[in-house]
T-cell receptor
Framework: EAGVVQSPRYKIIEKKQPVAFWCNPI?????LYWYLQNLGQGPELLIR????????DSQLPKDRFSAERLKGVDSTLKIQPAELGDSAVYLC???????????FGQGTRLTVV | DAKTTQPNSMESNEEEPVHLPCNHS???????IHWYRQLPSQGPEYVIH???SNVNNRMASLAIAEDRKSSTLILHRATLRDAAVYYC????????????FGQGTRLTINP
């Protein structure tokens, strides 16, 4: 069975440009997470979905970040406009609603120049 | 969110046991202790979890102190592929599903 799929793996953009990341969770997993990981730090939660509802977005910088999970399956995270400080790895994870284990994708490494 | 404290780094030799400590003195009664690890250029992966009793699986063992204020992840025979950052996380079993990561312990395995 395929794991959590993220694309692209790498993205380089100029500051002030928009960027979008895509995540396809494991089939049947109702819970989807987006995390941000800065170099040398642990992942930080940006947003958590239960099906199509964002149930925890308190850490999402809503002035420039947005996310959607249409139909409760795959999800898109967008940054507009990107800033130099947004350079990081963006991780997507999924789990069954009552599941113990979260499954992570390989992440998208964003570099803003 | 209850906080965990781990050493920044540890080093061990191949084929020797490794004991990774975690302190969580403010753990609540409904908090499960989860361990994840992150290999280089990969997303985190689940290792093991427990509530009160010691746990074993194919990857590792988890020893939980009687007062639950600390725990130890045990790798019985480390290999070079076990070199990773190991995260100890408290996760509320009663509701919120989120995982709150700290900085973890960077484990180096010497050949």
């Amino acid at each position: 069975e395929a794991g959590v799929v993220q694309s692209p793996r790498y993205k380089i953009i100029e500051k002030k440009q928009p960027v979008a990341f895509w995540c396809n969770p494991i089939s049947g997993h109702n819970t989807l997470y987006w995390y941000l990981q800065n170099l040398g730090q642990g992942p930080e939660l940006l947003i958590r979905y239960e099906n199509e509802e964002a149930v925890d977005d308190s850490q999402l910088p809503k002035d420039r970040f947005s996310a959607e999970r249409l139909k409760g399956v795959d999800s898109t995270l967008k940054i507009q406009p990107a800033e130099l400080g947004d350079s990081a790895v963006y991780l997507c994870a999924s789990s069954p609603t009552s599941g113990v284990e979260a499954f992570f994708g390989q992440g998208t490494r964003l570099t803003v120049v | 969110d209850a906080k965990t404290t781990q050493p920044n780094s540890m080093e061990s030799n191949e084929e020797e046991p490794v004991h990774l400590p975690c302190n969580h003195s403010t753990i609540s009664g409904t908090d499960y202790i989860h361990w994840y690890r992150q290999l280089p250029s990969q997303g985190p992966e689940y290792v093991i979890h427990g509530l009160t009793s010691n746990v074993n699986n194919r990857m590792a063992s988890l020893a939980i102190a009687e007062d639950r204020k600390s725990s130890t992840l045990i790798l019985h025979r480390a290999t070079l592929r076990d070199a990773a950052v190991y995260y100890c996380i408290l996760r509320d079993g009663g509701g919120a599903q989120k995982l709150v990561f700290g900085q973890g312990t960077r484990l180096t395995i010497n050949p």
